[in-house]
Structures are given as C-alpha cells and as structure tokens.
C-alpha cells in the first residue's frame, strides 16, 4: 500500500475547523514508536523506516519505503500486527538492528473526505496535524486532495520531515 501523507503545524483554530469541515472524531491513542538501525544499509541515506509501534489497541511493526515525491511524505508502507513487541524487538536486535530512537505521542483521530486527519501531540515537539490516505495506485489524485484538506484545515507550510527527523534535529 501507498501512504499518501501531509504534515504541518497544528494551527490554532484546528479543532474548530474539523468541527465545521463536519469531521467524525475517533478515539484518542497514545503512540509509543520505537525506531531501528538496519546492520545491512543505512536508513537515513535510502530514507527508510523500521519501527515497532505500541499502542491501546496492540502492537505493530512497520516498515517504511522511500518518498516518491518532494512534497509529501508519500510512500510505502507495510505494517503487520505483533503479539509481543519486546519479544519482537529482542530478534531484531539479534539479528543485528540496533534500536536508537523513540517518539511519543498523543493522537486524536477524524474521519474527513476519505482521509484520516490526526491531531498529534508530540513529545518534544508540540502539536501538528497530519491527513492521510491509503492507496493501491493513483497516489497523485490522492495527494492533490490530502493537500487540499490541509489547506482547508488553515495549516500554512508542509512538513515532509518525519517526527523521528525533527527529534534527531533536536539532539
């Protein structure tokens, strides 16, 4: 699957927006996101992602390809539900992955137009709001439109930088 996402600062009047926009509110997540170093190539040079992801609803690993565009954060994404993260993160770690990163944060998901809007609270960096898309092809018209919807959400400026990029720029 192609995840078409954008990414900005969460503007002030954002809750007020998804209310008037008619966005149907989900449940709060609390995301914990821890982050790997492949033993074989460098993630940061091929712009790829490993993470195990906990949350209330269980465990996830992800594996995150390089974007396809230079706009947006649009790009593949393979995730597989897992029954035990720390056991999952004991193979990677013998297989050599070394873990060097985690984010946290607090997320409150909308329903808006065929898109998820996620208003984030990260640990860290503060609040940014993300809309996003899965497709199988076609991710131009669904990029056009996730750009549109942040658009009308107010916010000014994309951020293509992922949030583990925006921690390392911290450090």
């Known amino acids: 699957m192609i995840e078409v996402e954008v990414k900005a600062r969460a503007p002030a009047d954002l809750l007020k927006r998804l209310s008037e926009c008619k966005a149907v509110p989900g449940a709060v997540e609390r995301h914990r996101d821890i982050y790997f170093r492949s033993p074989v190539r460098d993630f940061k040079a091929t712009d790829e992602a490993l993470r195990?992801?906990?949350?209330?609803?269980?465990?996830?690993?992800?594996?995150?390809?390089?974007?396809?565009?230079?706009?947006t954060k649009t790009r593949q994404e393979v995730t597989v539900p897992v029954a035990d993260?720390?056991?999952?993160?004991?193979i990677l770690t013998s297989l050599g992955f070394v873990r060097f990163a985690e984010v946290i944060k607090t997320r409150r998901k909308y329903l808006l137009d065929e898109a998820t809007v996620a208003?984030?609270?990260?640990?860290?960096?503060?609040?940014?709001?993300?809309?996003?898309?899965?497709?199988?092809a076609d991710w131009g018209s669904a990029r056009d439109r996730v750009?549109?919807?942040?658009?009308?959400?107010?916010?000014?400026?994309?951020?293509?930088?992922?949030?583990?990029?925006?921690?390392l720029e911290r450090v």
């Open 85 to 90: 993260a720390e056991a999952l993160e004991e």
């Open 52 to 71: 195990i992801r906990t949350k209330d609803s269980g465990a996830y690993l992800t594996y995150k390809g390089p974007r396809l565009d230079s706009s």
């Open 119 to 136: 208003v984030d609270q990260v640990e860290g960096l503060g609040s940014f709001v993300e809309v996003e898309m899965g497709v199988s």
């Open 147 to 167: 750009l549109g919807i942040l658009g009308n959400l107010g916010a000014e400026e994309c951020i293509r930088k992922s949030y583990l990029e925006m921690l």
